[in-house]
């Protein structure tokens, strides 16, 4: 049977009293825990335990090239302090500092660098932000299966707190398995299946849905090859998919998606797709022809 997925408790201690300040991550009955804060608390946040551990770190700031919302740095350090002061010294992009380690020091240098390259690996894979580092270090395979498979578990944790933080540069997109389907109750089946909506106009024709980081439209749509008029906004997320060959050309008239992209409304996945705007909520249509808006409202004004 299927492993199903439960609630989880987070403790977010705020170092400073305020949200802006330093912050520490911790889960109950997780040894590890996540330290982050501003560049500008860097002076304090270098006395602090953490920063004296063995560990993985993400730097984060505005990517100066533009090419993405964000760009990142994933490093590794047995003492993290020693590495960040470097960075301090000759990386000037990064704004926010995000140090995974443990509470008690127990991750060696084996262990540091396969999480480093997992990371490097997942953050490049994801392509939501630009990587700063130029390779990805060989270290994988060079664990034992049993620590293998405790880095992977460290991992899984980690990648539940990072989102919080509001890091999402490593969430890879994976198509729900459809036997999934079976290990839940007919009334989730119905709910699952209602969220499946389709595009058709114009040269464009798409299949997508509702996700919880917005609205994801699977690899093989078809969007129109001549933009029209649309929101600026859009306009930039349909060049950067373009240039970045997420949308790649099939014929003269016609682009494909060559991967599942999530964008952040079904608007914007419709508008991007179509070459001009579009109210997505009335454009996607499920198997009934129900708009979303019309699903939405049905939900909205069912009993309680």
């Given at each position: 049977m299927a492993a199903q997925r439960r609630g989880a408790s987070i403790r977010i201690f705020l170092i400073d009293g305020t949200p802006q300040g330093m912050r520490l991550v911790e889960r109950i009955g997780w040894t590890g825990c996540c330290l982050s804060f501003s560049r500008s608390d860097y002076d304090r946040a270098r006395h602090r335990a953490e920063l004296q551990r063995s560990g993985v770190y993400v730097l984060v700031g505005a990517d100066p090239q533009g090419a993405r919302p964000v760009r990142i740095y994933i490093g590794e350090g047995e003492e993290v302090r020693t590495r960040l002061d470097t960075h301090v010294r000759e990386k000037d992009?990064?704004?926010?500092?995000?140090?995974?380690?443990?509470?008690?020091?127990?991750?060696?240098?084996?262990?540091?660098?396969?999480?480093?390259?997992?990371?490097?690996?997942?953050?490049?894979?994801?392509?939501?932000?630009?990587?700063?580092?130029?390779?990805?270090?060989?270290?994988?395979g060079r664990l034992s299966e049993s620590e293998t498979s405790d880095m992977e578990a460290y991992l899984d944790e980690a990648l539940i707190l990072l989102p919080l933080l509001g890091v999402t540069a490593f969430e890879i997109y994976d198509e729900p398995d459809a036997s999934a389907a079976a290990q839940v109750t007919k009334n989730d089946q119905a709910q699952i299946a209602g969220r499946r909506y389709r595009l058709k106009t114009q040269l464009t024709e798409a299949e997508g849905y509702s996700d919880s980081r917005g609205f994801a439209v699977l690899a093989g749509a078809l969007a129109r090859r001549e933009a029209k008029v649309m929101v600026p906004g859009y306009q930039k997320i349909r060049e950067e998919l373009i240039a970045e060959r997420v949308l790649v050309g099939v014929n003269d008239q016609q682009y494909r998606l060559a991967r599942t992209f999530i964008f952040d409304s079904p608007s914007s996945a419709a508008s991007v797709l179509a070459g001009g705007s579009k109210n997505g909520r009335t454009e996607w249509k499920d198997d009934q022809g129900r708009t979303i808006r019309e699903n939405e409202e049905a939900t909205a004004a069912s009993p309680a």
């Open positions: 992009f990064w704004s926010s500092a995000f140090v995974l380690t443990t509470k008690d020091d127990s991750l060696n240098k084996a262990h540091i660098r396969y999480l480093e390259a997992r990371l490097i690996a997942m953050a490049q894979a994801a392509q939501i932000a630009a990587v700063e580092n130029s390779t990805n270090p060989a270290a994988l």
